[in-house]
């Protein structure tokens, strides 16, 4: 099926096609912060269609997923996964018209795959030696 999107502010629109039959849910320390709800869709089926200037990456832990927001809303709209770049996760609040009450929740466990504490976190552990 073919789905659309945006940032809240419109500054970035996206589309793409995919078949959604799932939200994606990761118990990283971003993720966690971000609550974020997540479709997985394949790189080459996913478009940016106005925006791609205002795309912010954010990178962190290993740095080699990249986590892309609105540079204007802050919105996290998509990210490119570290454990398989071929495959997004996009922000399933972002996406026109998905009814998320009626997909299945799948919890992912990011957190075991993460090899760094959050910036907080180590400060804190830095602070306590
Ligand atoms: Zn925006």
Same mark, same amino acid.
């Given at each position: 099926?073919? =789905?659309?999107?945006?940032? #809240? ?32 869709? #394949?790189?080459? #089926? ?11 990456? =954010? ?8 986590? =892309? ?6 919105? =996290?709209?998509? #990210?490119?996964?570290?454990?398989? $770049? ?17 997909? $299945? ?8 795959r993460s ?6 976190a ?8």
């Amino acid at each position: 099926m073919k =789905y659309s999107g945006a940032c #809240h502010c419109g500054s970035v629109t996206f589309a793409f096609e995919a078949d959604v039959d799932e939200i994606v849910r990761c118990d990283c320390s971003l993720c966690s912060k971000r609550n974020a709800l997540m479709v997985t869709v #394949h790189r080459e #089926h996913f478009n940016i269609s106005r925006g791609q200037d205002a795309l912010r990456v =954010y990178r962190w832990n290993s740095g080699v997923a990249r986590h =892309y927001f609105c540079g204007t809303c802050g919105i =996290y709209v998509y #990210h490119q996964r570290r454990s398989n $770049p071929a495959l997004l996760s996009v922000n399933a609040c972002s996406i026109d018209g998905l009814d998320r009450e009626t997909l $299945p929740t799948r919890q992912v466990d990011g957190k075991s795959r993460s090899v760094v504490e959050t910036t907080a976190a180590a400060d804190a552990a830095a602070a306590a030696e």
